[in-house]
């Protein structure tokens, strides 16, 4: 079980712990990992990451596939 507790033993919301695992299985560093699984800890937060992203890849030019 990934910790919640805080400090030292890191943080991750409880809700998020799968998407935190699944991003240590591919590799990723413990704070990272760590960092993005908190980001979005509502469906709200994460669907406007994802508006802001979809954005983001628009301004630069980037077509959708």
């Known amino acids: ?3 919640d507790r ?3 033993y ?3 919301y409880r809700s998020r712990q ?3 695992r699944a991003l240590r299985r591919k590799g990723m560093p413990k704070a990272r990992a760590a960092e ?4 979005g ?3 709200i937060q994460r669907s406007a990451m994802a508006r802001k ?6 301004t ?3 077509k959708r596939h």
């Open 60 to 62: 630069r030019g980037r």
């Open 6 to 8: 805080g400090g030292r």
């Open 1 to 3: 079980m990934v910790s």
């Open 41 to 43: 800890r509502t469906h």
């Open 18 to 20: 799968k998407v935190y």
């Open 36 to 39: 993005i699984s908190n980001a």
């Open 53 to 58: 992203a979809a954005r983001t890849r628009q």
């Open 10 to 12: 890191g943080f991750v």
